[in-house]
C-alpha cells in the first residue's frame, strides 16, 4: 500500500518542519499557512519550477 503526497513540496516542507522545530509551535504554523497560500497561489507547481 503506497501513500500518495497531497502535493509536490510536501518533501521539502517536511525537511523544513523537522529544521524549524526549534521555533514555537505559532510561529511554525503561521509559515505553513504562509507557504500553503503560496503554493495555491502558483498552482501547485513545484517550488524547483518556479523562477523570478
Given at each position: ?13 517536511y525537511?523544513?518542519?523537522?529544521f524549524a ?7 511554525v504554523d ?7 497560500e503560496?503554493e ?11 523562477r523570478d
Open positions: 500500500m503506497s501513500v500518495e503526497p497531497e502535493s509536490r513540496n510536501d518533501r521539502w516542507l525537511d523544513g518542519q523537522t522545530g526549534r521555533f514555537d509551535a505559532k510561529t503561521a509559515h505553513l499557512i504562509s507557504i500553503r503560496f495555491s497561489f502558483i498552482s501547485e507547481r513545484s517550488f524547483a519550477e518556479v
